[in-house]
């Protein structure tokens, strides 16, 4: 099974960018749809933004303007490009994978396959 690796977090201003990256163990992982996910401490795990194994992407339409997703499939990667970050950024950030064949989700139920996430906080 591929298993998901992230990247790219830490602690940074509010007003910087950041970029997380998600790298997958094998080949395979090109077939998969990714997502990232985020959680707040104590809040409920949100959904960011989506790609699709061959096309699409979908950000959440609070974050959209600011966050950016793409993948790299000769490096078995995606990425999301955080710009402009606000305090309220400050989350864990997941990645997550589901099989090709099914589309982009918004609902973190939908994934199969997860990270071990990357912690991301903005000071003000």
């Known amino acids: 099974q591929v298993q998901l690796v992230e990247s790219g977090g830490g602690l940074v201003k509010a007003g910087d960018p950041l970029r997380l990256t998600c790298t997958g163990s094998?080949?395979?992982?090109?077939?998969?749809?990714m997502a990232w996910f985020r959680q707040a401490p104590g809040k409920e795990r949100e959904f960011v933004a989506g790609?699709?194994?061959?096309?699409?992407?979908l950000v959440a339409n609070a974050l959209s303007g600011r966050f950016f997703i793409a993948r790299d499939h000769p490096k078995n990667t995606q990425s999301l490009q955080i710009n402009s970050l606000k305090p309220e950024d400050t989350a864990v950030y997941y990645c997550?994978?589901?099989?090709?064949?099914?589309?982009?989700?918004?609902?973190?139920?939908?994934?199969?396959?997860w990270g071990q996430g990357t912690e991301v906080t903005v000071s003000s």
């Open positions: 997550a994978a589901r099989s090709m064949f099914m589309p982009i989700s918004i609902n973190g139920a939908d994934y199969d396959i």
């Open positions: 790609v699709g194994a061959i096309r699409g992407t």
């Open positions: 094998a080949q395979s992982s090109r077939e998969y749809t």
